[in-house]
C-alpha cells in the first residue's frame, strides 16, 4: 500500500473512533488528578491499551503507562506521548471541589489523542505496512507544581526529580525510543481551529530562597534585630539592577514570590521564605544567569548582616522542535488547516519537561489551537471539537507513518542529521549538578 493509502486508512478509522475518543476525553476531564498521583486516570489508559490488545509497562514514573504496537520488524521506534496530569485551578467552574485540580491545560486531549491513534493504528493493523514500532506513553506530571510534596516523595526515594518526562529518562524509559512526538492545545481566536508546527521554549532552574535575620521588638529594640525581609527585598532589587544584563536572545526570567515574610506586625522578621524560576532560552544562559541572580540574592542579605541560604532544584530543559519533523508536521496539516492557521511559533518563555527529552533525541511538540480562555486560567474553554479530537490526532498518525514507511526512511535522515544536544549520561550529569 501506498503512504497516501495508510494515511486514508488511519484518519477514516480516528472518525469512526470519535465519540470514543471525545468519551475517554471528557471522563478523564471530569475526574482531575495531580502530578504523581494520576492513579485513576492511569488506570484508563490501562483499559483503553487492554481492549486495544496492546502489551504495556506500568509504573513509570509512578504513573506512567508505555505501550508499544509492533510494526512489521522492530528497526526504529517513534514515541507518542500524551500527559497524564491536571493542575490547580479552583475558581474555574469545573474544578474538583475538594482537590481544586482542573484539566485547564488540556492534558486529558493530549490522552484522548494518544488513544485516538492507539485505536486506529490497531483497527487498521496499519503497523504491518511499517518498519518500526510505535510506543503510546502516557506520561505523569509535566506541570512543576505542589513542589514540597515532590520533595517528600524524592526524601522517600520514589522519585528523583521533579517532572515525570525526567523520571522515566533517568528510569530509562526512553532508552528505547528514536524520536518523540506529542500535541498540546492551545488559546486560539481561529473559529476553525490552528495549529503551530513548530517553535521552541524557556528551560527554568526552580528555587527556594530562604533569609535568616534576628527576631526584635520592631517598635522597642530594631536595633537588636536583624530584618530578613528588608534582606530579601535588597536581593529582589539585586536581581533587578541585573535585568538590564541578560541578553534579549536568552529570554531570561526571574518571578519570585514570598511565601513567608514574617509572622508578626511587631516583631522584626527572622524568616522569610521566597520561591522562584529562573528561566532562559539555553543551557547555558540558564546555568550562568543561574550564578548571577543567586548572587545578587545573597548580596541582599550580606547588605544587612542576615544569612542567605538557597536551594536549587532542576527544572525543565529549554525545548527545540526538530525541523524535519516539523516539517512533515506542516505538510500533513495542510490537508486539515487553512495555510494561514498553519505557523511556526515564536520562541515562548514558558517551560515543558518535553525540552528535557529534546535534548537527547528528535521531538516535535505541536500547539494545536482550540480552546478559549487562557491556559491554566477560570475562563479556560474548549470549543474546537473537531480539532481537539479528529484533525490533532489525524495530523501525528500520518507522521508517524511519514516516519517509519519504507524502511523508515524518513526517521533514518532525521536521525542521520540530528546531533543530541546530550547524551543520557551528561543529561542526568547536569540534572545532578543543580543543587
Ligand atoms: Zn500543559
Not at 481566536?189 to 530562604?210: C, P
Not at 516583631?267 to 540558564?286: C, K, T, W
Not at 542579605?301 to 516539517?327: H, R, T, W
Not at 505541536?366 to 474548549?382: I, K, N
Amino acid at each position: 500500500m501506498t503512504k497516501d493509502e495508510l494515511k486514508a486508512m488511519v484518519c477514516a478509522a480516528i472518525d469512526k473512533r470519535y465519540n470514543d475518543i471525545v468519551a475517554l476525553s471528557n471522563d478523564i476531564y471530569s475526574n482531575p488528578e495531580l502530578g504523581y498521583k494520576e492513579h485513576k486516570t492511569s488506570a484508563k489508559v490501562q483499559a483503553v491499551f487492554d481492549e486495544l490488545g496492546i502489551d504495556y509497562t506500568a509504573g513509570w514514573g509512578m504513573t506512567g503507562v508505555k505501550g508499544r504496537i509492533k510494526g512489521r520488524n522492530s528497526k526504529r521506534t517513534v514515541a507518542m506521548l500524551g500527559e497524564l496530569d491536571a493542575l490547580v485551578c479552583r475558581n474555574h467552574p469545573d474544578a474538583d471541589e475538594e482537590t481544586g485540580a482542573m484539566h485547564c491545560c488540556g492534558h486529558n486531549v493530549q490522552i484522548a489523542n494518544l488513544a485516538a491513534v492507539a485505536m486506529a493504528f490497531k483497527d487498521t493493523d496499519v503497523m504491518r505496512h511499517l518498519d518500526g514500532d510505535l510506543v503510546v506513553f502516557a506520561v505523569p506530571a509535566e506541570e512543576c507544581i505542589e513542589i514540597e510534596y515532590r520533595s517528600t516523595l524524592r526524601q522517600k526515594g520514589k522519585i528523583k526529580y521533579l517532572g515525570g518526562k525526567e523520571e522515566i529518562i533517568a528510569q530509562g524509559g526512553f532508552d528505547d525510543i528514536d524520536a518523540a512526538m506529542q500535541m498540546h492545545v492551545n488559546p486560539t481566536e481561529k473559529i476553525n481551529g490552528e495549529i503551530q508546527v513548530a517553535g521552541s521554549s524557556n528551560g527554568f532552574i526552580a528555587k527556594i530562597i530562604e533569609y535568616r535575620g534576628k527576631a526584635a521588638h520592631a517598635a522597642f529594640s530594631p536595633s537588636e534585630g536583624i530584618n530578613a525581609l528588608n534582606a530579601a527585598m535588597l536581593g529582589i532589587m539585586g536581581v533587578n539592577a541585573l535585568r538590564e544584563t541578560f541578553k534579549e536572545a536568552d529570554c531570561v526570567r526571574f518571578h519570585p514570590i514570598i511565601n513567608n515574610g514574617g509572622d508578626l506586625v511587631n516583631v522584626v522578621p527572622d524568616y522569610v521564605q521566597m520561591e522562584s524560576y529562573v528561566r532562559a532560552a539555553n543551557v547555558n544562559a540558564l546555568k550562568e544567569s543561574n550564578i548571577r541572580v543567586n548572587r545578587a540574592l545573597k548580596a541582599g542579605a550580606d547588605a544587612v548582616g542576615a544569612e542567605c541560604i538557597i536551594k536549587d532544584m532542576p527544572g525543565y530543559l529549554p525545548l527545540f522542535n526538530n525541523k524535519q519533523m516539523s516539517a512533515l508536521l506542516r505538510n500533513n496539516s495542510e490537508e486539515f488547516f487553512a495555510p494561514a492557521d498553519i505557523y511556526d511559533g515564536e520562541h515562548s518563555a514558558g517551560s515543558t519537561d518535553m525540552g528535557d527529552v529534546s535534548h537527547l533525541m528528535p521531538v516535535l511538540h505541536s500547539w494545536v489551537g482550540c480552546v478559549h480562555g487562557a491556559l491554566h486560567s477560570a475562563q479556560y474553554d474548549l470549543f474546537d471539537k473537531d480539532t481537539a479530537y479528529a484533525k490533532s490526532p489525524k495530523t501525528m498518525a500520518m507522521t508517524i507513518i511519514d516516519l517509519l514507511y519504507d524502511n523508515a526512511a524518513e526517521l533514518e535522515e532525521i536521525l542521520a542529521n540530528n546531533k543530541p544536544l546530550m547524551t543520557k549520561e551528561s543529561y542526568l550529569k547536569y540534572m545532578e549538578s543543580i543543587k
